[in-house]
């Protein structure tokens, strides 16, 4: 099982982005579902998630004014719409499920992952 983001790319400062995350072989109805990021160098974090089934969400503060993380049941999505892009949040971007609803916001227990997609935002 595998999920798939695409979305991502090449974007000036101060644009926007939309990510999304699909599954086929899992319903994002009984997972909760987070971003992460990874910029070059660094660790790899978690800065949004959403339990679909659940009804609940969190975006990291960080981000929290810029980015924020939405779901579509019917098609089995998750999104992530970033607006007013810094060069900072160049990273690789995944999104990853857990094996049940419960969003953990210290990004443990995430066990499905998708391949990634690079967010590269020029000065």
């Known amino acids: 099982v595998r999920l798939v983001e695409s979305g991502g790319g090449l974007v000036q400062t101060g644009g926007s982005l939309r990510l999304s995350c699909t599954a086929s072989?899992?319903?994002?109805?009984?997972?909760?579902v987070g971003w992460f990021r990874q910029p070059p160098g660094k660790a790899r974090e978690l800065i949004a998630g959403?339990?679909?089934?659940?009804?609940?969400?969190w975006v990291k503060d960080v981000v929290r004014d810029r980015f924020a993380v939405s779901g579509d049941s019917a098609n089995n999505t998750v999104s992530l719409q970033m607006t007013s892009l810094k060069p900072e949040d160049t990273a690789v971007y995944f999104c990853?499920?857990?094996?049940?609803?419960?969003?953990?916001?210290?990004?443990?227990?995430?066990?499905?992952w998708g391949q990634g997609t690079q967010v590269t935002v020029s000065p």
């Open positions: 959403i339990s679909l089934g659940v009804g609940t969400s």
């Open positions: 072989e899992i319903s994002f109805k009984e997972r909760a």
């Open positions: 990853a499920a857990r094996q049940n609803t419960r969003i953990r916001i210290d990004g443990t227990g995430y066990d499905t």
